[in-house]
């Protein structure tokens, strides 16, 4: 269970990101939803600002407004025209959210702050802690109305590694950009917040970092009680028959695991023939696909509002990721699952897995053996596979469980002294119901 600070001490914290974070639509909205939550789940009184909106609320003249999560958390997504234009802008042409950047620092800088955000400034004078999730949000620490406010840099991997120095001319430019701008953030704040462990000795080694906490990639454990029940309709809907073995893999459109998926879509119809005759079925969920796809053997459903009902059709999980940053919170789900894994070594970083033992690894040129073996386990010893999800579960417990993770992060605000408030509360902004958020 998690712990909570002494009623009182340190409680409010502004946790601002740079997108939507609910409903969850990709691993890093899954990291962001489930810090916040397990920061609320301890203690903290968490709101949420939200700098950009999702497309389809701008194009139907949905306005700014405040969302509840199921968790009862407020997040206020601001959906102005400057936010919606850059921001889909970028996107367009393929550039990370570096308008973000020196957006806030203008903002910041303003006379008044006149250009940041009324809500948001009356949010950074209510809060005690203010979260920047992601190093480009940065600049919202040297608004004068979050003085005296922990400053927290929460990081999700190594934002300038997604800038490969072989790729195009575009993104060998854009590494440097992206570096510094990672390496600003983290000398500006009080906490710097990383997901692995390779990350934080690269920022400790090349910032002035003043106090760097770990905090893996975890999930809300909690998240996949009850949902037997969806296994046998989402299956039927999927046309799947009883004896069909369903490998999954969740994706956004995030670059690698686009990468991922079209290599499982290689494989599939290279093997349809094989695939069919052992029962088997490759089943990617997400956007990661722009429509759905239905092959002999493989499924993609395109975007889906909520996941966890497809991990109660897979009888096991499947992870071709190669390229990368981070950790995948896919395997967190995975393992919190308790699913047979099949994974690249590469998908397997930053968790403690053995081939073999608690995990089924493979290369390039060897996922049909592998898929052979798992199937052939199904019918012959379902107990192992059983075992080897437990170990899983068991070694990994502590770094998937969002609010174990959390713990240090949690201890940090708690333990620093409140700051002493000049402006006042802000005043309360007005939810929507529960039933709106998702």
């Not at 002494?6 to 939507?20: A, T």
């Not at 609010?403 to 240090?408: I, K, L, V, W």
Request: glycine share 8%.
């Amino acid at each position: 269970m998690a712990s909570r600070p002494p009623p009182g001490v340190f409680p409010k914290v502004l946790f601002v990101s740079g997108l939507q974070i609910h409903p969850t639509l990709s691993g890093g909205n899954l990291r962001s939803y489930a810090l916040a939550g397990s920061l609320q789940r301890q203690g903290l009184d968490v709101f949420v600002y939200s700098l950009v909106g999702r497309k389809k609320d701008y194009l139907g003249g949905r306005p700014s407004a405040v969302q509840v999560w199921p968790g009862g958390i407020p997040e206020y997504v601001d959906r102005g025209l400057l936010g919606f234009g850059a921001q889909f802008g970028s996107y367009r042409v393929g550039l990370p959210p570096l308008w973000l950047t020196a957006w806030l620092r203008a903002a910041a800088r303003s006379p008044g702050e006149v250009l940041l955000p009324p809500r948001l400034r009356e949010r950074l004078a209510w809060c005690d802690a203010v979260v920047a999730d992601f190093p480009f949000v940065h600049p919202v620490f040297s608004a004068p109305s979050a003085e005296g406010a922990l400053r927290i840099l929460s990081t999700h991997n190594l934002e300038h590694q997604l800038f490969d120095d072989q790729a195009r001319w575009k993104n060998r430019r854009l590494r440097p950009i992206v570096r510094a701008v990672e390496l600003e953030g983290a000398a500006a704040c009080d906490v710097l917040v990383s997901c692995c462990a390779g990350d934080k000795q690269f920022f400790e080694a090349n910032a002035d970092v003043r106090r760097s906490i770990l905090v893996p990639n975890g999930i809300d454990v909690r998240r996949f009680r009850g949902i037997e029940k969806e296994r046998i309709p989402v299956r039927r809907a999927l046309g799947l028959a009883d004896d069909v073995k369903v490998f999954l893999f969740t994706a956004s459109k995030y670059g690698p695991n686009r990468e991922a998926v079209d290599y499982l879509a290689a494989f599939a119809r290279a093997h349809a023939g094989w695939l069919e005759s052992e029962r088997i079925h490759i089943l990617v969920v997400g956007n990661v696909v722009a429509a759905p796809v239905r092959r002999p053997g493989f499924t993609a459903t395109g975007k889906v509002e909520v996941v966890e009902p497809y991990f109660a059709a897979a009888d096991a999980a499947l992870n071709p990721m190669a390229t990368g940053a981070g950790t995948n919170v896919k395997m967190c789900e995975f393992i919190a699952r308790r699913l047979p894994i099949v994974s690249t070594p590469f998908g397997t970083r930053g968790f403690t897995l053995e081939d073999g033992e608690s995990v089924f690894l493979f290369g390039p040129d060897a996922l049909a053996p592998v898929l052979a073996r798992v199937r052939r386990l199904f019918d012959e010893d379902p107990g192992r596979l059983r075992q080897m999800a437990e170990a899983a579960f068991a070694r990994n417990q502590r770094a998937i469980d969002m609010d174990t993770c959390a713990q240090r992060l949690v201890t940090a605000i708690a333990g620093t002294p409140r700051r002493r408030r000049t402006l006042g509360r802000a005043p309360r902004l007005e939810a929507r119901s529960p039933s709106e958020s998702v």
